[in-house]
């Protein structure tokens, strides 16, 4: 699995273009958070497959609008962020753009092949209600669930200190997998 990280927007928010090898002809990218043109760039001539998100919140989906044409997949205890201002944190940075709606719903276990890699969808609230994190192999793409040495906020709307501590735990099960978290570096559980 080849797995290009950029750091995108004015919080550093981890947008990934993943494929099955280097030069595999088709991606599909996880949390567009800002800087569309930057990540159009780096997926240069290669077709995108889909867009993943891993919650809703507006520095994960800021530069969804530039990948409008192709499937948008998010929880569907998230989809209603994508455009409330006020659910999405937008407020926070004055970020009100236009999200496109989600043409696909996951909910835990799902199963997608895309790119040339099997991703499972794993349903951890707690950031969000409809907080997921994205199992490929033996790594989790983790949004802001899970950083390295710390877990995501749960402080503002749908956020939930009990239900973060369960998928914490939850998580902690998958020992020796790498994380790729919505913000900072990688790190093994």
Do not use: Q
């Amino acid at each position: 699995m080849h797995i290009e990280k950029l750091v995108v927007g004015p919080v550093e928010t981890n947008c990934y273009i993943v494929s099955k090898s280097a030069d595999f002809d088709e991606v599909f990218i996880i949390d567009p958070g800002a800087e569309a043109d930057r990540i159009i760039k780096a997926i240069g001539d290669r077709k995108v497959v889909a867009t993943l998100l891993t919650h809703g919140h507006f520095d994960h989906t800021g530069a969804l609008y530039a990948f409008s044409d192709y499937p948008i997949f998010i929880n569907e205890k998230d989809a209603p962020m994508l455009n409330d201002f006020d659910l999405s944190a937008g407020r926070l940075m004055l970020d009100n753009t236009p999200r496109p709606e989600a043409t696909n719903l996951y909910k835990e276990g799902d199963k997608l092949l895309l790119a040339g890699v099997e991703i499972t969808i794993m349903e951890t609230p707690g950031h969000t209600m409809g907080s997921v994190c994205i199992l490929a192999k033996d790594k989790i793409f983790t949004g802001d669930t899970l950083f390295d040495g710390d877990y995501g906020r749960t402080d503002l709307p749908g956020g939930s200190h009990e239900l973060i501590r369960k998928s914490l735990r939850r998580l902690f099960t998958y020992e020796g997998y790498e994380i790729y978290p919505g913000h900072g570096p990688n790190a093994i559980i």
